[in-house]
């Protein structure tokens, strides 16, 4: 890096740096010549589509060369001498003096449904308008003028003048409120240093719900028209809880003034870590019907997981998002950690391998996975970062850090971590020096291993009558040779015993009297491949394991067999009909279930077992509720035959299943089931369900049920809609992709198969974090013909300039395609029963 800058000098310093985007060199070359940021913030958002600003801002200058700061809005309105060229203002040195400067400058920026640093939503409930900012990750720029990187911290003093009646929230408390007959303008206090893109607002008339029984006042927003639904109550208990239990853990108080937490509607993911002002996602924060035990665990991981972002991530800030992980993951692996102290019994670990470690593998396995820590040249580029790396292999890697090292050495180089880097920025070899000190462990080769290696260890069980080996190699050539460095516990009949493999080759004494499995805690982060014996009997007697996630941890190495072409699906099937109505937890069910669905609709396993199964479970009141919700969302998935949409009619018409409401989305779920198939019902349902649910989040489900139409017309005027309509929320996209997308239309979809890959750049550039990912997995996963999967190779092929950040995610997604032609292949081959293969072929 120094060479680089040294290169940068040379050429004129700022002069190379002065190109579209913020590049890393930029960013380390204005970190150098710039500190203490102050924005004094002005906008008047009483326009629909346009904010009028005008910002102050302060800092000192320690070198002598021009000063580049980032703006990307529609207007700017600058001093004399001052240039611009849409990217970045360039401020000449000549303007400027050693020590305070400051800079004054006019600007607008867009308000709009998506792709502007200013959201607006339109609640057609009651003809309400509601905005809020999203300036993650590099689009404050969009938004006003700013050194847009998050090394270059700042305090921010903010004045909103809104239309009147409304109210607004942001990082700062509230000091004072002007208004007029025609303006209400709210003025915020100063923030304490926080990065640009933790920037937030947001304004309506929200409704405000405060916490009375709370150890801290919290205010809720929430819009006005879905106040009386909200369980505001149980939100802020647990948003409270999380805090006052992190203050003690982390041994220091919650670091802001003050905080506060929005409901935002359409917000394109669940939630964002703004100081004092997080934002959720409301259509997961608000039931429309009783919810499961799974919406309640999501809701409650959720919270946790913003919360701690407080201090991992708004506290103490990455210094480049190639290290994005050190907020994602630790924010994923503490609200594990405070689930399970706040309440032992809920199953923390079991919930924390469900959400993690399946779409960690599934990415990690593949061609196109990056190491946690990700190479980034430019910001424009940090999308693609953002994905199960990041936020479901690095907290299952930390997971593993803790059990090296022990959970107090753990929990005290967290401590110091942050004494050190409080309102600043860090590294992860901070963080691991950190760790390294409070434990006495050297962890510089456990760092090269989980954060700078790629890929993921495949470790395969060989059980012999006298002992029991585990071999390891990388899933992927990519990964490079060599073992990695792995502590676990290996299961024997329930019995555990801890390992350390440092080999290629680990051999232990002992013998398995039933199934042995290598990974029992879920302490190692690793694919484990069960021998032949041990996937035999787990296969048959899954049921009398007797550890919850222990068995949700069996249940996902069978899945792996499948998705290996080891296990047929149809035997996968067959194991989850036998289990299924045995099984007691919710979680366990639903991951199952889910998988059933997946093994039916694109890996051609006969859903024969389930036809009678899933309706019986639906109806039995024995049951718990999440479990025949969950029966009742797979019936949905795999019923395709008259029967079938006999029995969802059915259910409409008596308006309750197994004596329990039939409320929305469920309805919305039976409609767009029947929509799919082509019902002959279909239609005359949808104009019924749109009557009784006329309101925002009914025309939202209206679309997403319309986008599972099996007829050429409506695919085509959909996927125009995606990438044309300025008015088309990006979050009723991505809820409606899979819709449009369904495996049984694959013939009628496929046909935008090249397309959809075709839009990636501009995707990149105009949509938000995750679209891609989202884009990518629903377009791919649709398709389950070898047809498809060439067209996607030609693709790769075709492009060979095709920025590497996409090719790899083109890659991940890629792979589950491949997979399925493979299984689908290899059951055509094998349909009449065999053997199971061997797990070392």
């Given at each position: 890096?120094?060479?680089?800058?040294?290169?940068?000098?040379?050429?004129?310093?700022?002069?190379?740096?002065?190109?579209?985007?913020?590049?890393?060199?930029?960013?380390?070359?204005?970190?150098?010549?710039?500190?203490?940021?102050?924005?004094?913030?002005?906008?008047?958002?009483?326009?629909?589509?346009?904010?009028?600003?005008?910002?102050?801002?302060?800092?000192?200058?320690?070198?002598?060369?021009?000063?580049?700061?980032?703006?990307?809005?529609?207007?700017?309105?600058?001093?004399?001498?001052?240039?611009?060229?849409?990217?970045?203002?360039?401020?000449p040195a000549s303007l400027l003096v050693p020590g305070q400067n400051t800079l004054d400058f006019d600007f607008s920026a867009n308000i709009a449904p998506a792709g502007a640093s200013i959201i607006r939503f339109h609640d057609a409930t009651d003809g309400a308008e509601y905005l809020y900012t999203l300036l993650v990750p590099a689009d404050a720029n969009a938004l006003f003028p700013c050194f847009d990187q998050p090394d270059l911290k700042a305090r921010v003093t903010l004045a909103l003048t809104m239309p009147p009646g409304w109210n607004a929230v942001a990082n700062g408390a509230a000091t004072q409120t002007d208004s007029t007959d025609s303006a209400v303008t709210t003025h915020f206090a100063p923030t304490e240093r926080i990065s640009t893109y933790l920037i937030a607002f947001a304004a309506g008339p929200w409704a405000r719900i405060t916490s009375t029984t709370t150890s801290r006042p919290i205010t809720l927003y929430v819009r006005a028209s879905r106040k009386a639904e909200v369980e505001g109550d149980s939100i802020l208990y647990h948003n409270s809880r999380a805090l006052d239990w992190l203050e003690h853990y982390f041994d220091r108080p919650f670091p802001f003034q003050k905080?506060?937490?929005?409901?935002?509607?359409?917000?394109?993911?669940?939630?964002?870590?703004?100081?004092?002002?997080?934002?959720?996602?409301?259509?997961s924060f608000i039931y429309r019907e009783r919810p499961t035990l799974v919406q309640r665990l999501g809701r409650e991981a959720t919270i946790f997981h913003e919360v701690a972002h407080q201090w991992f991530g708004d506290l103490v800030t990455m210094r480049w998002f190639d290290d994005l992980w050190l907020k994602e993951g630790f924010a994923s692996y503490m609200a594990a950690v405070m689930q399970d102290a706040l309440d032992p019994a809920s199953g923390a670990w079991k919930t924390f391998y469900v959400r993690t470690r399946p779409a960690a593998y599934a990415v990690d396995v593949t061609d196109g996975t990056t190491p946690i820590w990700q190479t980034l040249g430019n910001l424009d580029q940090a999308k693609s970062a953002y994905g199960p790396i990041v936020y479901n292999k690095a907290p299952a890697i930390l997971k593993q850090l803790a059990f090296l090292v022990g959970d107090t050495a753990f929990r005290d180089g967290l401590r110091l971590y942050l004494r050190d880097h409080a309102y600043g920025n860090a590294t992860w070899q901070d963080l691991l020096s950190s760790v390294s000190t409070a434990s006495h462990r050297p962890l510089d080769a456990w760092g090269r291993a989980y954060i700078l290696r790629p890929g993921i260890p495949i470790v395969e069980q060989h059980v012999s009558a006298a002992s029991i080996t585990l071999v390891q190699h990388?899933?992927?050539?990519?990964?490079?040779?060599?073992?990695?460095?792995?502590?676990?516990?290996?299961?024997?009949?329930?019995?555990?015993?801890?390992?350390?493999?440092?080999?290629?080759?680990?051999?232990?004494?002992?013998?398995?009297?039933?199934?042995?499995?290598?990974?029992?805690?879920?302490?190692?982060?690793?694919?484990?491949?069960?021998?032949?014996?041990?996937?035999?009997?787990?296969?048959?007697?899954?049921?009398?394991?007797?550890?919850?996630?222990?068995?949700?941890?069996?249940?996902?190495?069978?899945w792996d067999l499948v998705r290996d072409a080891r296990l047929q699906p149809d035997r996968f099937v067959a194991m989850a009909a036998r289990a299924i109505p045995h099984e007691l937890d919710e979680q366990i069910a639903t991951f199952v279930l889910n998988r059933t669905v997946r093994a039916v609709t694109a890996?051609?396993?006969?859903?024969?077992?389930?036809?009678?199964?899933?309706?019986?479970?639906?109806?039995?009141?024995?049951?718990?509720?999440?479990?025949?919700?969950?029966?009742?969302?797979?019936?949905?998935?795999?019923?395709?035959?008259?029967?079938?949409m006999n029995r969802l009619d059915r259910w409409l018409d008596r308006d309750s299943v197994a004596g329990t409401p039939l409320k929305e989305p469920t309805r919305w779920g039976i409609v767009t089931a029947l929509v799919a198939q082509g019902a002959p019902t279909a239609w005359d349902r949808y104009r019924d369900e749109q009557k009784r649910d006329p309101g925002t989040e009914g025309k939202r489900r209206a679309f997403i049920a319309q986008a599972a139409s099996p007829d050429s017309a409506t695919k085509r005027a959909y996927f125009t809609r995606y990438l044309s309509d300025t008015t088309l929320n990006e979050e009723w996209v991505t809820a409606s992709l899979r819709a449009f997308n369904d495996p049984e239309q694959s013939a009628l979809t496929r046909r935008y198969l090249g397309a959809a890959l075709d839009t990636l750049p501009w995707i990149q550039t105009h949509r938000r974090i995750f679209f891609l990912g989202q884009w990518l997995g629903a377009f791919l996963d649709g398709q389950t013909s070898a047809e498809a999967l060439h067209e996607v190779d030609r693709f790769l092929v075709a492009h060979p300039k095709l920025p590497i950040d996409l090719r790899q995610k083109i890659l991940q997604s890629e792979d589950e395609l491949r997979r399925t032609v493979r299984i689908r292949k290899s059951a055509d081959i094998e349909r009449a029963p065999a053997a199971l293969a061997p797990a070392v072929g």
């Open positions: 890096m120094l060479i680089l800058l040294a290169a940068l000098s040379v050429l004129g310093g700022a002069d190379s740096l002065d190109r579209p985007g913020i590049s890393q060199a930029l960013a380390i070359h204005r970190a150098r010549g710039v500190q203490d940021v102050q924005y004094d913030l002005r906008l008047d958002i009483r326009q629909r589509d346009k904010a009028v600003g005008h910002v102050t801002i302060r800092f000192n200058r320690s070198d002598s060369g021009d000063v580049l700061l980032d703006f990307r809005g529609p207007e700017l309105h600058t001093p004399p001498g001052i240039t611009t060229d849409g990217a970045h203002i360039r401020v905080f506060d937490v929005v409901l935002a509607p359409s917000f394109p993911f669940g939630g964002m870590e703004h100081p004092g002002a997080i934002f959720y996602n409301e259509e990388p899933a992927r050539p990519l990964s490079g040779p060599g073992p990695w460095p792995i502590k676990l516990d290996v299961d024997v009949d329930a019995h555990a015993q801890p390992v350390e493999l440092r080999a290629e080759r680990t051999t232990i004494p002992g013998k398995a009297h039933s199934f042995v499995f290598a990974n029992a805690g879920d302490y190692g982060y690793a694919v484990i491949v069960l021998d032949t014996a041990s996937a035999r009997w787990v296969e048959h007697h899954i049921g009398d394991v007797h550890d919850p996630l222990l068995r949700a941890q069996l249940w996902g190495a069978m890996y051609r396993a006969d859903p024969a077992s389930l036809d009678a199964l899933l309706p019986a479970m639906v109806d039995d009141t024995t049951r718990a509720f999440g479990i025949r919700k969950a029966s009742l969302e797979a019936f949905l998935g795999i019923a395709t035959s008259q029967e079938a």
